[in-house]
């Protein structure tokens, strides 16, 4: 249940750093609607009386302007829009500038269930498991239409967005149960879209994290996909003679394009570049790059992300100590001998291992 233990449950309960943060400028807002509303219905009643018609035909006093009176009415509102944009500047900031010691989650929308994976591999369905007091940041995509990732307790929300990556963090701040919403019509069953955050003392999460088996980690499963199963590591690893950019060192890096433009290697990057080669080739290279589009799932993008990120230590937030940092040794003979014939099959493998296997409704 959703403990609401406010007199007025106008607000869910707060759980994270930055709840309060909301719930203060919606209370600003309320207080400046109030405080507007009373007077001009009072004075609408009062002027009906005051002004009625008590001789027909009756010519007013002019009035022919008032240099304090027009002032006040300009600067008053001036003061009350500028103090709710700056308000709202402030907490959308916060909100979307995950911190740098964060803990990865990764979230793929798919109509209608929400899917998670932990940076040690565990994954779960529609329950999101997290500790309390940490700065937990989430990567997000989905595999179909536009969802929207709502906890209402923890005051934050983000769509998620076909074709890329979005980000969401919060700090829980209380252990408890917390309801999960998918906020954005995506089809017959959105409303049944959704599930349970669990905040945990360290101590729980780190027994609940062990108490599962987790198979690869993200970073050991793009590590598989790069040098086995897709055979990237044919033509992006082998040193001076590789035929690929070179991908160690170069995340949030400036990278020179063909054609005289630069982009930042980030997580949309990376992605676009194992879907869309030919679209941002970097400088010295040619086109030659097949699409990876259709071929590896959102999940394994994900971790093909991760891994090509674990190839610089250096980023911030590198995801994972088990970073291998020579790629050029464990280079194939031949690329394609080991690419498997169906990577769906093993994205359904991997999802059949899931703890929860798909049941949006059990904890109703
Ligand atoms: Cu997913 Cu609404």
Known sequence: MMQSNQWIP?????????????????????????????????????????????????????????????????????????????????????????????????????????????????????????????NIKLTMTTEDVLHDFDVPAFRTKADVVPGRYTYLWFQPTKPGKYRLFCAEYCGLNHSGMGGWVYVMEQRDFDNWLSGNISGQTPVEAGKDLFENKLGCASCHAGGATQRGAKLEGIYNEEIKLVGGGTVIADDNYIRNSILNPASQVVEGFQPIMPTFKGQVTEEQLNSLVVYIKSLSPTAAGAASSSAPAAVANTMPASGNTNRSTNPQANANAAIRGTSNPNAPNSNR
């Open 10 to 134: 106008l607000f869910p309960e707060q759980a994270s750093s930055f709840a309060w943060q909301v719930d203060l400028l919606y209370a600003y807002l309320i207080v400046v609607s109030v405080v507007f509303s009373i007077p001009i219905v009072a004075a609408v009643f009062y002027f009906g009386i005051r002004y009625r018609e008590v001789e027909r035909y009756s010519t007013p006093d002019e009035m022919h302007g008032s240099m304090v009176l027009e002032t006040v009415w300009s600067i008053i509102p001036f003061v009350v829009s500028m103090t709710i944009f700056l308000g709202g500047a402030i907490v959308f900031y916060n909100q979307f500038t995950p911190p740098a010691d964060s803990m990865d989650v990764f979230v793929v929308g798919k109509q209608w269930m929400w899917k998670i994976q932990h940076e040690s591999g565990q994954r779960e369905i529609n329950e999101l498991h997290v500790p309390v007091g940490r």
